[in-house]
Nanobody, 121 residues
Framework: QVKMIESGGGSVQVGGSLRLSCAAS????????MGWFRQAPGKRREGVAA???????TYADAVKGRFTFSQDTANTIFFLQMNDLKPEDSGTYYC???????????????WGPGTQVTVSA
């Protein structure tokens, strides 16, 4: 069973940075995609960034140039470096199997607990 545990969230001011981590287990890394999603209160869960099986990374337009997806393949830990944060980046962030930033969230069968990000002006 695939399990994800997200961490690294927190409260920052506009322009600040955070680095989120996702510890994943229960899958074969070489055959798996991985993505980050976020959900703000009252809004749908949306894709933020993802890496496909070939190692190509895609980003949502709203975070391009500010967020960076990376990974520690040896330990199956995935990261999301978030710079120049804006209030609209606030929400709960999740990692899940997704092959592109546009991956429909309703295709995800199970979610980890997520990690909360709050950006204040």
């Amino acid at each position: 069973q695939v399990k994800m545990i997200e961490s690294g969230g927190g409260s920052v001011q506009v322009g600040g940075s955070l680095r989120l981590s996702c510890a994943a287990s229960g899958f074969t890394y070489s055959s798996y995609c991985m993505g980050w999603f976020r959900q703000a209160p009252g809004k749908r869960r949306e894709g933020v960034a993802a890496i496909d099986r070939d190692g190509a990374v895609t980003y949502a337009d709203a975070v391009k140039g500010r967020f960076t997806f990376s990974q520690d393949t040896a330990n199956t830990i995935f990261f999301l470096q978030m710079n120049d944060l804006k209030p609209e980046d606030s929400g709960t962030y999740y990692c899940a199997g997704a092959c592109s930033a546009g991956w429909p969230s309703d295709l995800i069968e199970s979610w980890g607990p997520g990690t909360q990000v709050t950006v204040s002006a």
